[in-house]
């Protein structure tokens, strides 16, 4: 019998923090007309994550 794969508990699987740094390619890719879609995939986030980024960063 085989032990079963370990399960990570520290974080969750998907989740990933937006460094500053992040959020100002964000900025700078949207500014060069980068769509959503695209923004995400260059910063390795979903567009809905990238688009909340963006509005907070825009509110500041």
């Given amino acids: ?3 079963p794969p370990t ?3 520290a974080a969750t699987p998907g989740r990933r ?3 500053d740094e992040d959020v100002a390619l964000i900025v700078e890719l949207r500014a060069q007309s980068a769509t959503w879609d695209e923004v995400g995939e260059r910063v390795g986030v979903h567009k ?3 688009l909340r980024a963006y509005r907070r960063a ?3």
Avoid: F, G, L, N
Wanted: hydrophobic share 55%; proline share 7%; charged share 5%.
């Fill in 1 to 3: 019998m085989t032990d």
């Fill in 7 to 9: 399960v990570p508990i």
């Fill in 58 to 60: 825009m509110a500041a």
């Fill in 17 to 19: 923090h937006i460094s």
């Fill in 48 to 50: 809905s994550s990238a």
